[in-house]
């Protein structure tokens, strides 16, 4: 996935220098050029491309953040329960 978008940064690169070399260009231009050609467009690519990866993280930590919750609240369940008694042996 990140080749293809280094790629066509390459791409937005080279445009933008053409446009900023050329006789009638300017740099302003090509600093444009390679922001609305290169940059803001590869960004939001990577960024929905991605999404399925901070799915499974995000769910893979509310899981976790579940599964604590769940042992801590044993643990106070076990922790407040009375202790029975020790009975007397019935061999003594």
């Known amino acids: ?3 293809v978008a280094i790629a066509w940064i390459y791409v937005a690169l080279m445009m933008s220098v053409a446009e900023a070399t050329n006789t009638n260009g300017t740099v302003l231009g090509g600093i444009v050029t390679f922001i609305l050609y ?3 467009p590869t960004s939001i690519i990577i960024y929905i491309m991605d999404s399925p990866r901070r799915k499974r ?3 893979a930590r ?3 953040a579940t599964d604590l919750a769940k042992s801590q609240n044993g643990n106070e369940t076990q922790a407040n329960t009375p202790k029975p ?3 007397p ?3 003594l």
Do not use: F, W
């Open 38 to 40: 290169g940059i803001l």
């Open 62 to 64: 509310e899981h976790e």
């Open 1 to 3: 996935m990140y080749i």
């Open 89 to 91: 042996d019935p061999k």
């Open 85 to 87: 008694s020790a009975a």
């Open 57 to 59: 993280v995000r769910l």
